[in-house]
Each structure stands twice: as structure tokens, then as C-alpha cells.
T-cell receptor, first 111, second 112 residues
Framework: GESVGLHLPTLSVQEGDNSIINCAYS??????FIWYKQESGKGPQFIID?????DKRQGQRVTVLLNKTVKHLSLQIAATQPGDSAVYFC??????????FGAGTRLTVKP | DAEITQSPRHKITETGRQVTLACHQT?????MFWYRQDLGHGLRLIHY???????NKGEVSDGYSVSRSNTEDLPLTLESAASSQTSVYFC???????????FGPGTRLTVL
């Protein structure tokens, strides 16, 4: 999962395996959540979003799960590829429309 | 294709100098944002704008200012650069407040 600190949490997976990246969000009133992917030297790139009236949303090879009871968000990547190696972070839209971003998790895919 | 660009991509300056970072988007989004990203931290909001002539302070606004004279641009100015402002700066825009923010490629600023 994500945490604030000097070192990002890391996840290392074998190419072809599924990846699960976790995020704990802070505000129970947040109603919109986004996962971003950030490759080295680039800006964050939108992957998938989910609103609080849903608990699951699927995209191409990615699935986001939302558990409002424990304020937990996860990103599942199916058949992980080397191009998926990046930092992934979640964002929550707070009630006052502030967007708060997690520090991120570094995903490394081993060939 | 619509996009969001930032310039310069890299900048080295000295303490005390004024620096302006440019952000330009062609999506015609009303909302624009400036963030800084430091190792081990999530993106932190510096300033944001909901439209022309509108500007608001974010979480870490001290030492920074913005102006919004048109829809496309939101330049970020460091009035007197400090070493603590060495960071990577990202500009973002969104169509509405409860929609996805799209980010530029970033500007790496080093203050010596």
C-alpha cells in the first residue's frame, strides 16, 4: 500500500502475472477516485476512475475496486507487461473538491 | 489533438531570482492547477484557477503566484527562488471539478 515517506513502496512481479496495487484513502466523504500511472520523467497519466456509488470498474486489463467500509482502493493489472513498470498512485476527490494524491507505489515487471 | 504543455522542461536558477514556468492547454478547460512533486510525497497543490481572472491558493502556495488572463495559460511565478523550491512542477487541467485532471510533462526546477 501507499505511505508518505522517503521511500516508495515497491511491488515486483513477473511478466504475465497479475498485479494488485493498494491505496488507503483518508476521507470517508470522498466520492471520486482516480488511478494514475507515472513513468520516469513524465507526467501522471490517467488510467481509470471510479465514483463512490460503484464498487468495481473494469477497463482494458485494469480493474479498480473500491471498499468504502475500510476506505480502501485497489488497482488490478492483468497479465502485467514490462511497459506497465511505473509508479502508480491514487487520488481522491474530497468533499470540498480538493484532489488529494497518494505518494505512489513503484511497480517493477521482471521479464 | 488537444494537449497540455509546459516550458521549460528543465531550469536551473539561482537563489533570489524570479522564475516563471509556463503551462498551456488546448482543451479549453476552465480548471487549471499547479502541483509540485517531491520524492516520497504525493503531488501537492500550489495554486489553482477555475476560470479567467480567478486564482486560488493551494496547500503550499507560499513563495508562488499565478495569473490567469486567458483560458489556455496559467503561468507559475516564483518571486524570489529558494533552494526549498527545487522540485518537479506539474500543471494540470480538467473540464469540471469532479472530473479527471490531465497533466503536462512537468518542469524540473533546480535552485542553486
Amino acid at each position: 500500500g501507499e505511505s508518505v515517506g522517503l521511500h516508495l513502496p515497491t511491488l515486483s512481479v513477473q511478466e504475465g502475472d497479475n498485479s494488485i496495487i493498494n491505496c488507503a484513502y483518508s476521507n470517508s466523504a470522498s466520492d471520486y477516485f482516480i488511478w494514475y500511472k507515472q513513468e520516469s520523467g513524465k507526467g501522471p497519466q490517467f488510467i481509470i476512475d471510479i465514483r463512490s456509488n460503484m464498487d468495481k470498474r473494469q477497463g482494458q486489463r485494469v480493474t479498480v475496486l473500491l471498499n468504502k467500509t475500510v476506505k480502501h482502493l485497489s488497482l488490478q493489472i492483468a497479465a502485467t507487461q514490462p511497459g506497465d513498470s511505473a509508479v502508480y498512485f491514487c487520488a481522491e476527490n474530497m468533499l470540498n473538491n480538493d484532489m488529494r494524491f497518494g505518494a505512489g507505489t513503484r511497480l517493477t515487471v521482471k521479464p | 489533438d488537444a494537449e497540455i504543455t509546459q516550458s521549460p522542461r528543465h531550469k536551473i536558477t539561482e537563489t533570489g531570482r524570479q522564475v516563471t514556468l509556463a503551462c498551456h492547454q488546448t482543451w479549453n478547460h476552465n480548471n487549471m492547477f499547479w502541483y509540485r512533486q517531491d520524492l516520497g510525497h504525493g503531488l501537492r497543490l500550489i495554486h489553482y484557477s477555475y476560470g479567467v481572472h480567478d486564482t486560488n491558493k493551494g496547500e503550499v502556495s507560499d513563495g508562488y503566484s499565478v495569473s490567469r488572463s486567458n483560458t489556455e495559460d496559467l503561468p507559475l511565478t516564483l518571486e524570489s527562488a529558494a533552494s526549498s523550491q527545487t522540485s518537479v512542477y506539474f500543471c494540470a487541467s480538467s473540464e469540471s471539478l469532479r472530473n479527471t485532471q490531465y497533466f503536462g510533462p512537468g518542469t524540473r526546477l533546480t535552485v542553486l
